[in-house]
């Protein structure tokens, strides 16, 4: 029963390329959330999908950054002309119904690494 | 707004110390509370959680209880392992939401 699959594990792009970030949620789950890690912090939520939906996007930068959850396959968050500031690590989980009060807990990835020349 | 406060670390123990990492938190309403465990390299696994006002999560000899006066949910452990060296992170979920509140984390070494 494979857990959620983030990949790559690190990713190292220079400034002004794409950066696509995927994700695998559990068998399942149809609840994706992508959170970013900067260095000494800790997570920060940026978006949360179902399938072939965006939900909230209240977190995600409203310039370069995008996600999707299509009817096939993984969650894709994708960052255009990455920047050195979009150095991170970008963490998704997933989850079997709305997270309501926690009730049905959030499972993390191992997260993808993003270093930005 | 709602946030998380951690002590800030790293929090350095002999093997077999008591540990406690505090943990304090500013929501309105009655959020659900959660620590999780970062070992090196590796994504966040759900340690322990409460849902509600006294509610005392446990798991792996770890415990919080979630202390609604004093709006804290400490993490707990007798007896610490060399295993147990990671980081610590205490997040919370406000009322009806979804999105995770982070605490910055808090590093734990064990020395043997």
């Known amino acids: 029963n494979a857990g959620v699959m983030q990949n790559p594990r690190h990713l190292v792009r220079r400034r002004g390329q794409e950066a696509r970030l995927r994700c695998s949620p559990m068998k399942g789950h149809s609840h994706v959330y992508w959170y970013r890690q900067l260095p000494e912090e800790g997570l920060k939520f940026m978006v949360y999908l179902q399938k072939e939906n965006i939900i909230d996007e209240s977190g995600m930068p409203k310039e370069r950054f995008s996600a999707e959850f299509p009817k096939e396959g993984p969650s894709i968050l994708r960052i255009q002309q990455v920047v050195r500031g979009d150095s991170a690590a970008y963490f998704c989980a997933s989850s079997t119904d709305l997270n309501y009060k926690g009730n049905q807990p959030q499972h993390f990835g191992d997260g993808t690494r993003l270093s930005i020349l | 707004g709602n946030s998380v406060t951690q002590m800030e670390g790293p929090v350095t123990l002999s093997e077999e110390a008591f540990l406690t990492i505090n943990c304090t938190y500013t929501?309105?309403?009655?959020?659900?509370l959660f620590w999780y465990v970062q070992y090196p390299g590796e994504g966040l696994q759900l340690l322990l959680k409460?849902?509600?006002a006294d509610d005392k999560g446990s798991n792996k000899g770890f415990e919080a209880t979630y202390r609604k006066e004093t709006t804290s949910f400490h993490l707990e452990k007798g007896s610490v392992q060399v295993s147990d060296s990671a980081v610590y992170f205490c997040a919370l979920i406000k009322d009806s939401n979804y999105q995770l509140i982070w605490g910055a984390g808090t590093k734990l070494i064990i020395k043997p």
């Open positions: 409460a849902t509600k």
């Open positions: 929501a309105t309403g009655y959020p659900s």
